[in-house]
């Protein structure tokens, strides 16, 4: 099967199976996480206390963790979450929102890759470069994060973790380390809502909860929130942003197998 | 005067007498609660630190606690406000989000039920199942929350707390124990936008802080969002997400006395 | 050149230069916060933990402190980020959200203001006349904030903390204790949507964030939303919320100097 059916195939899943999404993330974007998760056929949970969410996360498809409003509480809370979902097979999302602006958001995302089994990381160039290169130079070698080649990070930390790294930006880069998904779908105006990149990451959360094949669910994540950024764009007439965000969230509610068929611009990368 | 009539006069005084509302909420539906209440007619304020939530609720004319993201910071804090305003006379609304799904909430809902007094608790038949079943647990005796006897169960947790109990769901039921009224307005996108709940929760506050027939403001509350759940429906052409979510305020903000006389679709169950 | 040319100049400052806004905010406005700073052209950055807002401030153009839902971790970052903002000439915005409500709120304004040296603060009139009363209060002269001499009180507060003073409402008032611009502009639809004080707040400290003319930097703020507020209401047919307050962001997505120049309605107070 085509690899653009087979992503289509994931939407059909969350749609049929409902997965339950458990996100510790930040107060920013949580509603717009909440609402897009459902919109896309998920059901949303956020509980961020360690007193719960052991048990939260044993009733959970998948967990989602997004730093980007992190405190002592909610990184207890994040550590202990993921290692139970490790324990009970339930795979783990990574979005290092901001890693390497500060000590606490780059030592909170390496201590996560270092305890938690992660599914899949979702991130732009910025923050994928350093994950691989705080994580080289540990090993004592730069991989270069200002360097840039940005592909070969992405393989280079997806095989080194063993997970699925999926860059978003301009062209977004899904890799597992070996096989590469390049995705030409998208607009600038994503860029200039809050939350987007949070958002993907709660796709790529619902898609990972229903499927093993953790590059297609993250592809699929990916794709869609693309096409609903050039759908929102031109129905929002380029440029008005409230009307935008509004129609991301329509889209995505809407959004059927056929939409991706059509509108999926991905390729294998040789 | 009818029950109609009077349902329409609790909007009448909230859009007179603009209570204050004082919500210990989740940070999921925080800003749709403040800006639902603000379109009803009352005037929200957010404040859920043990430091200030004493000195917050006597000046409130209602506190709504809502469970959906505890921690224990909130937790001390929901118990202290619902004390104080238990002894000012303030009426308290409980919204039991997810209850049974964790401890946590399960102990802090029953610890609430226990240590103040409610004027209304507003959730799913699931959530007040968990509630009925658990406190008939607690007395030797199981009541059966899978059984599923919403109506029963509900009265039933009525009559134990002296409070009015408001299930939301396909049919709605508003009860103190001994009255019951039946609802059948709403449309099923509300289930499809997160926090639709919790609004409604913040509309009976609302109307809980205008009058002492808790019943009729619980009532006037779980009709109105039904009535714009109808509404933001046919406005968003059944199906744009964000759209609907943007009509259900749009429809709050305009909702006039006459819309609930002429749409709510409610009965005096015999 | 003429002031409102200065004040079109600072929104032209901010496309172009991008100003990085650090905000400790409240959980109920901080989505819109971020994204009406992402419209009018900054980049926001929302950090509240005392482990990383001394490293994040440091790398910011602007730092924003509003105190609407506080506690004591947050109040901790705020002093902590707020002294190295200080410290390496990064100006401070304070909006001072319900200050005089409770005693936490009052406490840590004033904490605030004695121990960060600020460049604007942006609240409503109530909530100045809390600040200029409580100086002047523990200088043994009651400034009378209920006797409601707005401009006078915004003036005194500006001089002595010689810091800019906005107070936002049917008319604005922004003073440096010296030159006072009153300003027409706006919408009392404003008042029916939550978080507009803040976001104006955000938009004041992304100016701040180029200019050191915090005068201007705060009127370009007040009167952009003012504005929005004015393009929104007829936008949303003078009364649909939900579409008011996507309005609101989509005017200031597209704000241009032009609409300033052809649209601020502001004088100089002799």
């Known amino acids: 099967m085509a690899l653009i059916d087979q992503m289509a195939g994931v939407l059909s899943q969350v749609r049929a199976l409902r997965p339950l999404v458990h996100q510790i993330t930040n107060y920013v974007s949580v509603n717009d996480c909440a609402n897009i ?11 961020d206390d360690a007193e719960e969410v052991v048990e939260m996360v044993a009733i959970a498809s998948v ?30 999302v990574l979005d290092p929102v901001g890693v390497g602006a500060t000590r606490l ?8 890759m270092a305890e938690v089994k992660l599914a899949v990381i979702r991130g732009n160039a910025s923050e994928i470069a350093v994950l691989a290169g705080e ?5 004592g070698v730069d991989a270069g994060s200002t360097v840039g080649n940005t592909m ?3 393989q280079e930390l997806a095989t080194r973790l063993g997970a699925v ?16 998904i390049l995705c030409d779908n998208g607009h600038p105006l994503l860029t200039r809502v809050t939350g987007t990149g949070c958002m993907v ?7 990972v909860g229903v499927t093993a094949d953790y590059l297609l669910a993250a592809a699929a994540g990916v794709v869609s929130m693309g096409l609903a950024g050039e759908y929102a764009a031109e129905a929002s007439s380029y440029g008005n942003l409230g009307a935008f965000r509004s129609h991301i969230i329509d889209f995505i509610g809407n959004i059927a197998p056929s939409h991706i068929l059509a509108g999926a611009r991905i390729q294998l990368h040789a």
């Not at 958001?105 to 996560?112: K, L, N, P, V, Y």
Request: charged share 10%; with cysteine.
């Open 37 to 47: 998760v459902l919109a896309y056929g998920g059901a949303p949970v956020m509980a």
């Open 63 to 92: 967990l989602v963790l997004n730093i980007g409003t992190l405190n002592s509480r909610t990184i207890q809370a994040m550590l202990l979450a993921g290692q139970e979902a490790n324990v009970r097979g339930i795979p783990v």
């Open 105 to 112: 958001r780059t030592d909170t995302a390496q201590r996560i």
């Open 135 to 139: 994580i080289a130079t540990t090993r």
């Open 152 to 154: 070969l990070l992405g």
């Open 165 to 180: 790294v999926a860059i978003t930006g301009a062209q977004d880069i899904i890799t597992d380390g070996c096989r590469i």
């Open 201 to 207: 990451s709660a796709l790529v959360g619902a898609g």
